[in-house]
């Protein structure tokens, strides 16, 4: 009996509205977690998970309240105890290591105080023993110089030493259960792979049960023993990891792994239709239902309850659960992309180097850059006309510096960026006329941030379309609902505000919005990133179709290397501000040939428990490039001796038309691959 | 960092210079001179000459600014016009009186603004919170001549229990002067307490949604020593850039209430020597008006230099 070490029976948590209804984040929520065993929570965002999780160390929310139901830890409710009590579970018992650790360490607190006030509180050591512990801590979470580290504040470490030391500070009390609430998303795809296999490594070491909460697929399929599924604040799928992953017998689970980009397919994926329902908009029937390929008048009316199939040994709430179990796989149907780029070219960029550095009173006189080693040096690229190709490299790699600089947004330090052979691009903002802003559009990142929440869906796609094609009346409504429903979206949309709509239809109109200008170039610069993963595909879908029907030229910023895989016809592989690898996207995938493509590539996650990343050179974060030779010469594995310190690489080509800067000889770098 | 210092100061310096520059000028630029407000209807011919040649208005502008500029460093404003006395011994009991108004309620209105700040912040929405912000709310509202003038009639006439003007000499003792300050010290400091009572507040509230806070409580750490730990330091920080415009504002004189109570301050100097034309007074005051503006920023900018671990290493990275 004793191997169950949290136990939630029928949780419900909700708000009251303003209207006064009790609208519920979670639904009768009840599952148990097992001593030793980690099991990922996964959900996009809004299905509760967050919610849950921290139920578990029985902390409810501000503004939040617990409706009913129990969170038992060690056979006592958590959620009506005093905090007196609490206090002593909390860290010592469970603890939790969140999603951001850059905001979620104090401030003004250095590291080594923030460890060591757990050491007091949850344990008896002395003085002294806590200093060494300190040091064992931050030693386990393979930090380097734990000495001084300990001394230093949250800010003056990098993102993923700061995520280290947030475990360092969750183990510093030998807690019994690990809530771990995205640990790594936001931190590059190199140092998520490690810090997954820390987590792992501890997780073995020291049989710390763990409750893993992701939207990312990804990362859950490598931790995780048991997966739950969340949608729309219930569990909709629980059961064995390898089952979920390999045979979904939910149609939300079975489109979600669908619609997830794979490293290993070219192509996009299928997308799911719709976007997960606000909390309190569903009242009967399950909340499936409007994105369900399965679904019957029944669904509609009746919810449908958490089933235990014992031979799978797998709870499941879906009355259609069955047509899935015949399928034995997740057959992912890609679409091929269509590459209708011609030979023309669009855009040149030209040994572009871009500097950050701040000018001095002597420089802003003479109207010039002076730095010896700019952030983005000596950028050769040619872009063709309707290709997509793709910027790709960790934080700091310069991929949106370069796109910043073709948008006009940060003046170039040297060389040329043409478009259409003849037409130089070099100047920024200020400097360019009219039509050659139109020909170059953005879509950024985040559309709440991007879209004026002041403006109508009208307002916000009228702008460019009055700016520079001077549209009035009825031809520019005709436009607008033209557009609207190229991003398949009705007209009824174009009296709305951005905060009416969900994020998936906020980045559609920040697309039509782009196309409103009918430009030659769309710079698209993490456009999917802030969308939940069912939505993504379909955004991917539509920017692949607008790209076929317009022949626009996209150039494509991810951090997301399956995303990118899917898209684009072509990759630039970027460390520290210069190139390192370009080439056809099949070619980069299928052979990275660089060393620092192959870290980058083995680092990635996929959602599949078969396939682990594979670790090749440490995550260090340089500061800045080196003044010297080959800009990846600090995290290189394959060093070939005192040239790569001194000497910039010259670029080798392949065969099949990739451009590689290493020292190594192609030969050497190929025959690795076989 | 100590460049950094250096440059501060500097800029300070180059404040003041633009600040006695308008004065100047302004006072160059209003028709009439201290010449012919002094003689009034005798403002012509011989008087007028001899008056000009005895307060040095004879020789170009330019040159009197020099003059002005190198005897005010020294800390000589030249004389007063109305009461013919050097305007520093004008300023010397003024200015003492208005540090002993400015810090009596700086010493009774902080800690008490701080307190509020932090209790409505930590029992929000709940009944210590509701009853203490409907206070403040009104404390602020209510503008001072009302307040003051509601104090007189309450505590000096009805009840009769303090002064109810101050009638001293410029030049009082302070012992002598304190019963007569407390009214208006009340009368200041409401104002003052209320508005940074409701700064404190939402500075509180805003850390306390912080993740950081949040982590705190999930690390078990109890309750008051988080609050002491991680909410105060990071919660206050920004609230000493507010103190420091309060407390200048506060050593600005505060005319109004000054006024009510005729009080000799350094605010009723100010509408004095407006009303009196008296020129030399009115450009010295600016001039240590915004020294004491200048000089406080850079201190509070200073502290939180020093107080914020970010800020710190970022200004040494430069």
């Given amino acids: 009996m004793s191997d169950i070490i949290q136990k939630v029976k029928n949780l419900s948590i909700g708000f009251k509205s303003k209207k006064g209804e009790e609208i519920l984040i979670l639904k009768n929520i009840s599952t148990k977690i097992k001593k030793g065993e980690t099991v990922g929570i996964v959900g996009e965002s809004g299905s509760g998970k967050s919610t849950l999780a921290l139920a578990m160390m029985g902390y409810v929310k501000h503004g939040l309240y617990t409706i009913g139901g129990e969170c038992e830890f060690n056979s006592s409710n958590l959620l009506n105890m005093k905090s007196k009590d609490l206090e002593k579970i909390r860290g010592r018992k469970i603890a939790m290591i969140p999603q951001n650790a850059g905001q979620a360490l104090t401030p003004n607190l250095k590291i080594g105080y923030q460890i060591d006030e757990a050491l007091q509180l949850h344990s008896d050591l002395s003085e002294k023993e806590r200093e060494k512990k300190i040091s064992e801590l931050l030693n386990k979470v393979r930090l380097p110089s734990p000495e001084t580290i300990a001394l230093r504040y949250p800010h003056e470490l990098s993102g993923g030493q700061q995520q280290r030391v947030a475990v360092a500070m969750a183990l510093a009390g030998t807690p019994d259960l690990l809530l771990l609430d995205e640990p790594t998303t936001g931190l590059d795809v190199t140092t998520q792979a490690h810090v997954l296999e820390l987590l792992n490594f501890i997780a073995k070491d020291t049989g710390t049960s763990m409750v893993y909460v992701s939207h990312d697929l990804g990362a859950i399929a490598q931790v995780s023993d048991r997966i739950i599924v969340m949608y729309s604040g219930e569990i909709v799928l629980e059961g064995p990891s390898r089952d979920i992953l390999k045979r979904p017998i939910h149609p939300y689970t079975h489109g979600l792994l669908k619609s997830i980009p794979k490293l290993s397919l070219a192509g996009l994926p299928e997308s799911m239709p719709g976007s997960q329902p606000q909390p309190g908009i569903i009242q009967s029937g399950c909340s499936f239902f409007d994105r369900c390929n399965f679904s019957e008048d029944k669904c509609k009316n009746t919810s449908p309850q958490l089933e235990f199939l014992k031979e799978l040994n797998t709870s499941v709430r879906c009355f259609n659960y069955e047509k899935l179990l015949n399928e034995s796989q997740v057959n992912q149907n890609v679409n091929k992309i269509k590459n209708n780029s011609n030979d023309k070219e669009i855009l040149n960029l030209s040994e572009v180097s871009i500097s950050y550095a701040k000018q001095k009173l002597l420089d802003q006189i003479f109207n010039r850059i002076s730095d010896d080693n700019p952030t983005v040096q000596d950028i050769n690229i040619n872009i063709k006309k309707g290709e997509t190709i793709a910027l790709v490299g960790e934080s700091g790699s310069g991929k949106s510096t370069i796109l910043k600089s073709i948008a006009g947004l940060l003046k170039t330090k040297d060389g040329l960026i043409r478009f259409d052979e003849n037409r130089n691009l070099s100047s920024d903002l200020k400097e360019r006329n009219p039509n050659d802003l139109r020909i170059i559009q953005l879509i950024f990142q985040n559309p709440d941030e991007s879209l004026n929440p002041n403006h109508t869906v009208e307002e916000i796609i009228a702008q460019p379309l009055k700016l520079y094609f001077g549209l009035k009346g009825e031809e520019l409504n005709k436009n607008i609902i033209d557009l609207l429903q190229k991003v398949r979206l009705g007209e009824f949309y174009m009296s709305r505000y951005p905060r009416q709509l969900s994020g998936g239809e906020k980045q559609r109109v920040a697309v039509a919005r782009a196309f409103a200008a009918k430009p030659d170039i769309i710079l698209c610069d993490e456009v999917t990133s802030a969308l939940d993963v069912s939505v993504q595909a379909a955004v991917l879908n539509l920017l692949q179709q607008l790209k076929e029907d317009f022949g626009t030229t996209y150039i494509f910023v991810s951090h997301d290397l399956a995303v990118v895989r899917a898209i684009s016809d072509r990759v630039a592989v970027l460390y520290q501000g210069r190139l390192c690898e370009v080439g056809p996207s099949n070619d980069v995938y299928k052979f990275p040939s660089h060393p620092y493509t192959e870290v980058l590539l083995g680092a990635v996650l996929e959602p599949d428990p078969d396939i682990k990343p594979k670790l090749v050179a440490e995550d260090i974060v340089e500061e800045k490039p080196p003044e010297k030779g080959c800009s990846f010469q600090g995290r290189c594995s394959r060093i070939v001796g005192d040239i790569c310190k001194k000497d910039i690489p010259p670029w080798q080509l392949t065969d099949s038309g990739n451009a590689i800067r290493c020292h190594i000889p192609i030969k050497e770098l190929q025959k690795e691959q076989l | ?318």
């Fill in chain 2, 1 to 318: 960092m100590l460049f950094l210092i250096i440059k501060r100061i500097l800029l300070g310096f180059i404040t003041l210079f633009i600040v006695s520059l308008i004065t100047f000028v302004g006072t160059e630029i209003l028709p009439g001179d201290a010449c012919t407000t002094y003689l009034e209807r005798q403002a012509f011919g011989e008087q007028l000459e001899a008056c000009y040649r005895r307060l040095g208005l004879n020789v170009p502008a330019y040159e009197r600014y020099v003059s002005w500029a190198v005897n005010a460093i020294q800390g000589d404003f030249g004389y007063s016009l109305s009461g013919e006395m050097p305007i520093k011994e004008v300023l010397g009991p003024r200015i003492k009186n208005s540090l002993v108004l400015a810090s009596a309620a700086i010493f009774i209105g902080i800690p008490i603004a701080l307190i509020l700040g932090i209790v409505t912040a930590l029992w929000r929405d709940k009944l210590p919170d509701v009853a203490i912000s409907t206070v403040t709310i009104f404390a602020m509202t209510i503008p001072e001549f009302i307040s003051a003038t509601l104090l007189i009639l309450i505590i000096a006439i009805w009840l009769e229990w303090l002064p109810g003007i101050v009638i001293v000499p410029t030049d009082v003792s302070f012992l002598e002067l304190l019963p007569n300050i407390i009214l208006p010290v009340i009368a200041i400091a409401m104002i003052m307490t209320a508005h940074m009572a409701r700064m404190v507040r939402s500075s509180v509230i805003q850390v306390m949604a912080s993740e950081y806070v949040q982590m705190a409580i999930l690390k078990g750490v109890p309750y008051w020593k988080m609050v002491f730990k991680h909410v105060l330091p990071n919660a206050l920080l920004p609230a000493i850039n507010v103190v420091a415009l309060t407390i200048a504002w506060l050593l600005g004189g505060v005319v109004v209430t000054e006024v009510v109570f005729n009080y000799p301050g350094l605010g009723r100097l100010v509408i004095e020597s407006i009303s009196n034309r008296d020129l030399p007074t009115v450009q010295a005051l600016a001039i240590i008006l915004a020294s004491i503006y200048v000089s406080i920023n850079l201190l509070a900018d200073l502290m939180t230099l020093m107080l914020n671990p970010r800020l710190k290493t970022l200004q040494i990275r430069k």
